[in-house]
């Protein structure tokens, strides 16, 4: 088993940002663009707002969650292009469409994350997606864990990947 430590910052980054651009491509037809890494200006604006969390973890040689933060309308318009509805249409389902395309959204991306890793020698398997709909949602630091939280934007829209890792 390779050692924790060769997970380096920049590796972390370079495999959320290919899942990232590659879940938004295939599902969206959009481009994602990698803003910045910043817990503090990844969030910023969030709180006034309603938005989804939509979480997968993994366990294996490396245990960690990552969280997608997208904000409501966000969500809905992911919904209304992968499920090819209108927007009344996606309202009208109560929420129940967006929350099973930002399920979707997040176990593709949290996929690809985990399979680069497991390329890289860590092999692990993925937990099932939770999803959490509201306002003023935050994302806690588990305890001995490296935190990595990205910024990205996806057409006009904002989504943040908070990413959490642990060693075995």
Excluded: W
Excluded at 24 to 37: G, H, I, K, Y
Excluded at 52 to 81: E, K, M, W
Excluded at 147 to 152: I, M, Q, S, V, Y
Aim: glycine letters at 8%; aromatic letters at 8%; hydrophobic letters at 45%.
């Amino acid at each position: 088993m390779a050692a924790f430590s060769l997970i380096t910052d920049q590796l972390v980054q370079d495999f959320i940002v290919r899942a990232v651009q590659n879940v938004c491509q295939t599902m969206l037809n959009q481009d994602a663009s990698f803003v910045e890494r910043s817990p503090i200006a990844a969030y910023a604006g969030f709180k006034e707002r309603p938005h989804v969390f939509g979480s997968v973890g993994f366990v294996g040689d490396v245990n960690g969650i990552v969280y997608l933060c997208i904000p409501d309308d966000f969500a809905d318009d992911a919904a209304s292009r992968v499920l090819g509805m209108s927007a009344s249409e996606i309202e009208m389902s109560g929420g129940e469409y967006t929350k099973d395309v930002v399920g979707e959204i997040t176990n593709m991306t949290v996929g690809g994350f985990k399979n680069a890793l497991c390329d890289f020698g860590f092999p692990c398997k993925l937990t099932l997606p939770t999803i959490v709909r509201g306002d003023n949602l935050a994302v806690a630091s588990l305890k001995s864990s490296a935190r990595h939280t990205f910024h990205f934007t996806c057409g006009a829209h904002r989504l943040v990947a908070d990413i959490q890792l642990r060693p075995e």
